[in-house]
């Protein structure tokens, strides 16, 4: 399982040797976040701070005909009250999600119409309630339906992929094959849901201004704030200490970093502090579009794929295009002679949808791993034996070679852990007492993305340490502690010599903390600095050394095709007459390069699992398509996993070295977790009950009718 | 309208004046400086704001700071009497049950809340019978912390630890 091979052309002083990484260190902000200590964004703002709340639209189209806010503003310690009439004008509407406060327009039903700055939280929230907003409702459009006749397709699809794919002729290939399935599956609006809420404390001291903000990216957000605010970077400064959690949402700036810093723009001097509620997240903070989505495949009676096709409708917003890779991972899985993909949007007045954990994959391999699974069935095949088959010499996306394509090897020892070898291929055929009992399995794919833009400063301290600075985020992912094992290594120094610096945009520019690329990315400027310092100043720099380098595309690019696989193992139990599922049991098995940190990295992988698991049993908003908006906006409406639904539940990988992509070895590991793991459930499902449910999450009710 | 309360948070004494609509949480959070307590939703769903309030573990997002004049808090910061780990604490740094770590503080105080329900003889949901104190199986670790929400997916891990630090004075 090791993979071979001599030095890649992309790190010319080859892979690092590894003494610090590999090695299980606890978390080096684990202390101060067991004590309570670690401060995140809401906790920042010394003096005294003022509060912000929110007033939003109650319709999902129209005008702002009226705004009565005397009431708002004769209340006792409010200090200030913007509205689209009182607000000043931004300089720039070129991230229309961003471009608040700016007009009578309203877009979506929980847009921001105005904002209420007060003494205190509870003055700030009676005020908003006061203010008395009055529409013009226009006749909105928020119903997804496969069937729309004004579908488009967007220009490229999110990370800049192809909208549409062609190889061969797909549909005669399709229609002329011996087994075929053909089935729609269909994923609902799913929200990140950080457990921290979207912070923002913004400090406007002319003409400085200081945002503490729960993010993904300081740079990110210091960029757009500068564009649309018309500020020079310069006068900007983005902290983020802790934060607690992101999966995405928190990934770009949204409306309400725009809101506090308009605000602190009213109160000069003072901390500004807004907090979305849990309630306001679910239009405010982005979201996974709901996918409908029609999957064929054609194949010979022994399973050789002929064809696959698929086509997705999924939606965006109308004043901001976000359109979600879904069948990006179908172009590349396995092989066939012929295949088509295919992205289709319907512009709706909602809020716009984004990032969450893995877009395009997380979707895309849920509809293409049940169909899989369906084909296997089809063709009396076990469904390892089935994608053992079809696996493909090629990457068939880009005609390269694979750079370390283990997904076999995944399979078959998560067949080996799990005991797949006794499953009995029927369905229907296990049962302990109500229980039916089944066992499933999908792949998982994730691509290795090393994103160029960040550069990392080490400098030699009088102490003999080594500071080493660079603007990264470690949003629960263990940033802190793996880019100071990275940074050891790179030294060849003690962890306890490093002296990491992280969270701040005075530090060095550094790419977001997303698409699995944030340590591949860091860590690779990080060595790259660490090389630097070693050619000009040798192997015993002498205090105040100081060089910088940045993240370079990894060389062999052009050649390789580097992404990381999985194979998902899922225990179902279904109630036979409430149609309750649970999960007894789950394991992945992961290939992502060389692991930094195996405490942190399985945290990481079984936390991805968790969210798949959360996926696949419970999570979905619902849309009331009447007024625009989602019912269920809390917790207690919208379930997400506890630990009660979570019980066996491991992660392995295969030892191997990436030594085309990283410097380290590595590959990424934040987003494979959830790939392919409630694909994994529904197939299990099937095989405990003989029911195929092709709509997610598989509550009770789709295994009683 | 204002009232004057005290609160034992940690040990220490404060006395502050407050809203009467402000929550205990926002007291401890937002008059206190207090930053070992967190706000996750505000309605009492997700656990983030757990406390010890009089030796039980509460959300003091469901409480008004007004209607607990003199009550004493601990928060994850006070179990670690005299700066030392609890042992709590050390098991979920040994198990990494935490990942971003916002909804940690609440785990631990909710976790050594439970250990102490559950040696008081309080059954659960999964519990069999009531007629002995029930065994702190995985299932009953799961089901008594399923009130504590977290998103990073941390659960497994939380159970280790727990499971662990209830034999090393986890409840105390």
Redesign the interface.
């Known amino acids: 399982m090791m993979e071979g091979g001599q030095a890649a052309e992309g790190a010319p002083s080859g892979i690092l040797e590894p003494r610090a990484m590999g090695k299980s260190l606890?978390?080096m902000?684990?202390?101060?976040?067991?004590?309570?200590?670690?401060?995140?964004a809401?906790?920042y703002g010394p003096g005294s701070?003022a509060y912000v709340h929110l007033v939003q639209s109650t319709v999902a189209r129209g005008r702002i005909s009226r705004i009565d806010a005397g009431a708002a503003r004769s209340l006792a310690g409010v200090i200030a009250l913007i509205t689209h009439e009182t607000a000043g004008r931004l300089a720039s509407d070129e991230n229309r999600e961003l471009w608040i406060l700016q007009s009578d327009e309203v877009h979506f039903r929980g847009q921001v119409v105005a904002a209420v700055i007060a003494e205190?939280?509870?003055?700030a929230l009676q005020a908003a309630d006061l203010v008395e907003v009055e529409y013009e409702a226009a006749h909105h459009d928020a119903a997804l339906r496969a069937d729309r006749g004004d579908l488009y397709a967007p220009k490229t699809v999110n990370a800049g992929y192809p909208t549409d794919t062609a190889e061969g002729d797909a549909e005669a290939a399709f229609l002329a094959a011996e087994v075929k399935v053909d089935s729609t599956y269909t994923t609902p609006m799913e929200h990140n849901?950080?457990?921290?809420?979207h912070t923002t404390v913004a400090v406007w001291e002319p003409p400085k201004l200081t945002l503490y903000d729960s993010t993904q990216s300081v740079h990110s957000v210091r960029a757009a704030m500068a564009r649309t605010l018309g500020l020079d970077i310069g006068q900007i400064r983005v902290v983020a200490p802790?934060?607690?959690?992101g999966?995405g949402s928190k990934g770009e700036p949204h409306a309400h970093n725009i809101v506090a810093a308009v605000a602190a723009m009213q109160a000069p001097g003072r901390p500004v502090k807004l907090?979305l509620?849990?309630q306001q997240m679910f239009c405010l903070a982005g979201y996974r579009t709901p996918t409908i989505q029609r999957f064929r495949l054609g194949a010979t009676r022994d399973g050789r794929l002929l064809s696959i096709i698929h086509d997705v409708v999924e939606l965006t917003s109308r004043f901001k295009e976000f359109a979600e890779q879904t069948a990006v991972p179908t172009r590349l899985m396995y092989a066939s002679p012929s295949r088509r993909t295919r992205h289709r949007l319907a512009a709706l007045d909602l809020p716009k949808p984004s990032w969450m954990r893995a877009p395009g994959e997380t979707p895309g391999m849920f509809a293409g791993e049940v169909a899989m699974d369906e084909l296997a069935v089809a063709c009396g095949l076990d469904p390892i034996e089935l994608r053992i088959r079809n696996e493909p010499g090629r990457d068939p996306a880009s005609g390269k070679r694979w750079g370390n394509r283990h997904l076999v090897e995944c399979l078959r020892e998560g067949a080996r852990r799990f005991g797949w070898s006794a499953r009995d291929p029927r369905p229907g055929q296990r049962a302990e007492g109500n229980w039916l009992v089944g066992i499933g399995v999908a792949s998982a794919t994730y691509p290795r993305y090393v994103l160029v833009g960040s550069r990392a400063v080490i400098r030699v301290e009088s102490d003999g340490s080594y500071r080493v600075r660079i603007g990264a985020a470690d949003?629960?992912?263990?940033t802190w502690t793996a880019l100071t094992q990275i940074a050891a290594d790179a030294l060849e120094c003690p962890v306890e010599s490093v002296r990491l610096e992280i969270g701040d945009t005075d530090l060095p520019r550094a790419t977001v903390a997303g698409g699995s690329s944030g340590i591949s990315s860091w860590g690779s400027a990080i060595v790259a600095a660490a090389r630097e310092l070693r050619r000009l100043h040798g192997p015993r720099p002498g205090s105040g050394a100081e060089v910088s380098a940045e993240t370079r595309k990894p060389a062999q690019d052009d050649t390789f095709a580097q992404h990381s696989f999985g194979a998902q193992f899922a225990e179902v139990r279904v109630d036979r007459e409430t149609g309750e599922v649970r999960v007894p049991r789950m394991l992945g098995v992961f290939s992502v390069g060389r692991i930094i940190n195996p405490?942190?990295a399985?945290?990481?992988l079984?936390?991805?699992?968790?969210?798949g698991l959360?996926m696949a049993l419970h999570e979905q908003s619902v849309l009331d398509e009447r007024f625009g908006h989602v019912i269920n906006r809390?917790?207690?409406g919208y379930h997400?996993?506890?630990?009660?639904?979570?019980?066996d539940?491991?992660a392995v990988w295969l030892e191997e070295v990436d030594e085309r992509s990283t410097p380290m070895g590595s590959r990424g590991i934040g987003e494979i977790g959830i790939v392919g793991a409630a694909a994994a459930i529904a197939n299990a499902v099937h095989h405990a009950t003989g029911r195929r449910v092709r709509d997610l999450p598989l509550t009770p009710e789709k295994l009683l009718v | 309208m204002e009232a004057s309360i005290t609160l034992r948070v940690d040990g220490a004494e404060r006395s502050l004046r407050v809203d009467t609509r402000t929550t205990l949480l926002d007291a401890l959070r937002d008059r206190l400086g207090v930053t070992s307590v967190k706000k996750g939703c505000d309605h009492g769903q997700c656990g983030a704001c757990t406390v010890l309030l009089d030796g039980r573990r509460a959300t003091t997002c469901l409480a008004l700071a007004v209607a607990w004049d003199g009550a004493s808090i601990t928060t994850a910061l006070g179990l670690a009497a005299g700066g030392k780990l609890h042992p709590m604490q050390r098991a979920f740094l040994d198990h990494d049950a935490l990942q971003c770590g916002y909804c940690t503080p609440g785990q631990l105080c909710s976790a050594v809340g439970m250990l102490q329900e559950a040696r008081a003889g309080h059954p659960s949901f999964v519990t069999s019978g009531v007629a002995a104190p029930a065994e702190l199986t995985d299932d009953e670790i799961r089901e008594r912390m399923s009130g504590n929400l977290c998103r990073c997916g941390a659960y497994v891990n939380i159970v280790a630890a727990i499971r662990e630090a209830q034999g090393k004075g986890g409840a105390s």
């Not at chain 1, 205190?120 to 003055?123: A, K």
């Open positions: 606890q978390r902000d684990g202390m101060a976040k067991v004590m309570g200590t670690a401060r995140y809401f906790e701070p205190s939280p509870e003055v849901h950080p457990m921290e809420p802790s934060v607690g959690g999966f907090a509620t849990r949003i629960g992912t263990g405490r942190l399985r945290s990481q079984i936390g991805g699992m968790t969210m959360s809390d917790f207690a997400i996993a506890t630990s009660a639904d979570v019980m539940l491991d």
